[in-house]
């Protein structure tokens, strides 16, 4: 590992802690490493090493540890908010699709699927997204319905219809991992396009996990909430 991996996996451990441990260990598989780190502490550590060279960042990926995964994640997210040319976009999300084996919590789909993989995809073909919903890997699935989020914030009308689709193409995913995230991308597409929204709540509802469909209505007025949930 190159030095300046190695230095922020070093810092990483001297923020840990054995009550932290406790705290991530309730999101990680049962024999996964992890330091104990806050969440931001990590987060203001990664940060601070935005400028990491990306080959630093497939380092820290390498790492058996929770918490190097987790700052790679998010020195990608913070990448991905900067003004980039196209072809240093494309590099961030290739490194998060080539890499996604490394990505084995919930919470690293969320920080780095919506600017990277998302913020990619925009005004393009969604057929990556289509290749994710259909992988036998939950955190896959994920990654296909999370990245849509950055289409409410920054994506045309197409890219909206497309977070549509991929959501109902997961609609009865029986995974927590995944459903959840389908109703919370329903939720915040909805907020932008409510015919939309009540159209696919109307073909898909009965279909949908009920904390899936919960979190889909949370926006909406009490008497239609009520109504799709009776």
Excluded at 82 to 94: K, P, V
Excluded at 96 to 118: F, K, S
């Amino acid at each position: 590992m190159n030095a300046q991996a190695t230095a922020i996996v070093s810092q990483l451990e001297a923020l840990g802690s054995q009550a932290e441990v406790a705290k991530v260990r309730k999101r990680l598989a049962p024999d996964e490493e992890a330091f104990g780190v806050r969440m931001r502490d990590l987060f203001d550590l990664a940060k601070a090493n935005t400028d990491l060279p990306l080959a630093e960042v497939h380092r820290l990926l390498d790492h058996p540890a929770y918490e190097p995964r987790m700052a790679a994640m998010c020195i990608l997210d913070f990448l991905a908010r900067r003004r980039l040319t196209d072809a240093t976009r494309r590099e961030l999300y290739e490194a998060y699709l080539d890499r996604h084996d490394r990505i084995t919590t919930w919470d690293m789909v969320d920080r780095g699927a919506p600017r990277v993989v998302g913020g990619h995809l925009a005004g393009q073909s969604p057929a990556p997204l289509h290749a994710l919903a259909a992988s036998s890997e939950p955190l896959e699935r994920r990654t296909a319905i999370t990245a849509p989020l950055h289409f409410v914030r920054a994506g045309n009308a197409d890219d909206l219809a497309a977070g549509f689709a991929i959501a109902a193409g997961l609609v009865s995913d029986s995974d927590p991992v995944v459903h959840k995230p389908v109703g919370i991308y329903l939720k915040h597409a909805g907020a932008r396009d409510p015919v939309a929204l009540r159209s696919f709540l109307t073909e898909h509802a009965a279909a949908m996990p009920r904390p899936a469909l919960r979190l889909a209505v949370e926006k909406l007025e009490p008497a239609d909430r009520q109504r799709y949930l009776s």
